[in-house]
């Protein structure tokens, strides 16, 4: 199944791009993910929505051709960042290429609660009519304090959190099965 995945930091040590890269790894053989280089994005603009950036074609055109969206989002002042809700604002207009696409979110912080709010506002943001993602609904995979949880080469290491997205990664796949049959 090949998976659009957008991760919401462009740090270089960012724990959720670490997040994405070990899950394409470690789910190689259920989920094919395609990490988009949504920071190459420039800021939204309407009047450039029609006519966009070659970048902006690109992107949606690897949205299309996927089977679902792995959202991967750090917590930026209680929300999502603006580099995330930027790449969401681009795809949700013209092409529409994110509705009915089945989609999963993860989140990791250094924080106790691992991006609670942040995922809270992204389900409702997904949920816009232009954006319309099918979410896997019941699954929340909130990594808090990932700095404990995870080695210097991005794997996680908590055995309790890697059964837990085991156990999500399958659901999601079904949830896939389901949507597309
Ligand atoms: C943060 N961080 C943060 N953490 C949190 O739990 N709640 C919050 O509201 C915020 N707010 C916030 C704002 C800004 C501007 C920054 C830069 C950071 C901390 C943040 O979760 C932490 O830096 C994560 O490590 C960011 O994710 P990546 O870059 O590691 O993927």
Do not use: C, H
């Not at 190689?28 to 993910?33: E, F, P």
């Not at 950036?53 to 917590?75: H, M, Q, W, Y």
């Not at 085991?166 to 659901?171: C, E, L, S, T």
């Amino acid at each position: 199944m090949k998976i659009a995945a957008l991760v919401g930091s462009n740090r270089k040590d960012s724990y959720n791009k670490k997040l994405v890269e070990y899950m394409k790894e470690k789910y190689a053989g259920k989920l094919d993910i395609d990490i988009l280089p949504i920071d190459e994005l420039p800021f939204y603009n309407q009047d450039k929505e029609m006519d966009p950036p070659a970048i902006v074609e690109d992107l949606r055109r690897r949205i299309k051709n996927s089977d679902g969206i792995l959202f991967a989002t750090p917590e930026y002042n209680a929300s999502i960042s603006g580099m995330l809700k930027n790449a969401i604002d681009w795809f949700s207009r013209v092409d529409l290429v994110m509705v009915n696409k089945p989609a999963m979110i993860v989140g990791a912080s250094m924080g106790a609660m691992g991006t609670v709010k942040a995922q809270m506002q992204l389900r409702q943001i997904l949920n816009a009519p232009g954006v319309g993602t099918l979410t896997l609904p019941g699954n929340e995979v909130f990594v808090g304090s990932v700095q404990n949880k995870m080695d210097e080469q991005g794997n996680l290491t908590d055995e309790q959190t890697v059964q837990f997205i085991d156990n999500v990664v399958d659901n999601y796949v079904q949830w896939i099965n389901r949507v597309e049959a």
